[in-house]
Nanobody, 125 residues
């Protein structure tokens, strides 16, 4: 069983930064691909970024390239999403997810096996 707990969301002004954290637990969690998704009101959940624990390979959605960075701390089993130059359209609930057999290029939420409870990010204009 894998458990994911997100933290770090909040209210920030446009142009500001936030760092989200996802604490992961589970016996084989280091063999998973970890992803961040987001869901705004009235919209579908969309892929943001992913990282593979074992290799550190990353993959990003086009709309966050150059602004967001995904990283990992293997000792603490924590995945981070550093978000910079935030825009009002980045406002959403951000979810951490774990994909046991897939790759970082798996951008469909249905490909992920475990999910956190989500953390709200609100960017004011």
């Amino acid at each position: 069983q894998v458990q994911l707990v997100e933290s770090g969301g909040g209210l920030v002004q446009a142009g500001g930064s936030l760092r989200l954290a996802c604490a992961a637990s589970g016996r084989t969690i280091n063999s998973y691909t970890m992803g961040w998704f987001r869901q705004a009101p009235g919209k579908e959940r969309e892929f943001v970024a992913a990282i593979r624990w074992t290799s550190g390979i990353t993959y990003y959605a086009d709309f966050v390239k150059g602004r967001f960075t995904i990283s990992e701390d293997n000792v603490k089993n924590t995945v981070f999403l550093q978000m910079s130059v935030l825009k009002p359209e980045d406002t959403a609930v951000y979810y951490c997810a774990a994909n046991k057999y897939g790759s970082v290029a798996d951008t469909n939420a249905n490909q992920y096996d475990y999910w956190g409870q989500g953390t709200q990010v609100t960017v004011s204009s």
